[in-house]
């Protein structure tokens, strides 16, 4: 059965999503199509509308029905995310997820420490440590698991940079970091394996109930946020309002990257003797 296409529309035609802007959503469009888009993709976009949701710490709108149904049927999706195909790799990523959270909050809190240490040296040696830490934040780590690792193989390589390099020898942090090289590594390794495992029973889980019901909750959470932001003066409105407009296009140019490199292979494949 083919899954029906959850897209939102709710000013102008078509599905460019437009930039934010203040005067009270003229011009915003929400805008999201989770119609092909993979299942860790469309479980991580649940996760980082709820962060956003739970960052505003706006009442109104974390008490109110679209985004209560919303979070419910995220946490149904969540959870069932393994259940019906369960396979050998499931605890191992899990454990490795875990012991990977545990080791960037390590480092985190060791460069705080240096920031905060009284000594001259290592405040200012922790100053580009800090601020990149902060740009990252923590939030990501509970996330979906395919956005952590996005997330920390940027930070590795920025932690790359000649400044951080610096301070991070000077800190004497190799090893916090090489840590998380290598846990980054072997859940990399592991997810592969998984993948393959789980691969042929992707379907399954892809026509459940349980996603259809997560997509009508988005579009009706949608439809609320469009008519909040038409009515409320409040500017956390429009400023969340911005972020949601955000995550729709950075996942509308995932799936477009996504569906481009899908079409390559299919030519290259044609076009082979």
């Not at 915003?28 to 991580?44: F, P, Y």
């Not at 969540?78 to 390590?106: C, F, M, Q």
């Not at 949608?222 to 400023?239: G, I, P």
Request: include cysteine.
């Amino acid at each position: 059965m083919t899954r029906h296409r959850v897209q939102m529309c709710l000013s102008g035609k078509g599905t460019a999503i437009d930039q934010h802007q203040p005067t009270k959503g003229v011009g915003m469009k929400l805008t999201v199509a989770l119609a092909r888009t993979k299942l860790d993709d469309e479980i991580g976009y649940g996760y980082a509308l709820i962060s956003a949701a739970e960052s505003l710490a706006l009442p109104e709108l974390l008490t109110s029905k679209p985004y209560l149904r919303l979070t419910e049927a995220h946490e149904k999706l969540s959870d069932g995310r393994y259940k019906p195909r369960k396979n050998a790799y499931t605890e191992e990523l899990r454990d490795i997820d875990r012991r990977r959270d545990r080791s960037y909050r390590s480092l985190v809190l060791a460069i705080q420490s240096a920031a905060c240490s009284g000594f001259a040296d290592e405040e200012e040696a922790a100053k580009p440590l800090v601020a990149l830490i902060e740009h990252y934040g923590s939030s990501f780590t509970r996330g979906s698991t395919g956005g952590e690792s996005a997330y920390l193989n940027k930070l590795l390589v920025d932690l790359k940079s000649p400044s951080c390099a610096a301070a991070i020898s000077q800190l004497g942090l190799e090893k916090k970091v090489a840590q998380i090289e290598e846990l980054e590594s072997e859940f990399a390794r592991c997810q592969r394996l998984s993948d393959g495992d789980r691969g042929a029973k992707m379907h399954i889980l892809s026509a459940s109930t349980v996603r259809h019901d997560f997509e009508e909750a988005v579009r009706v959470f949608m439809v609320y946020l469009q008519a909040k932001l038409m009515e409320e003066d409040d500017e956390r409105w429009s400023k969340f309002c911005g972020r949601v407009s955000t995550l729709n296009k950075e996942l509308a140019t995932r799936e477009a990257l996504r569906a481009a490199a899908r079409k390559r292979k299919k030519k290259n494949e044609d076009i082979q003797p």
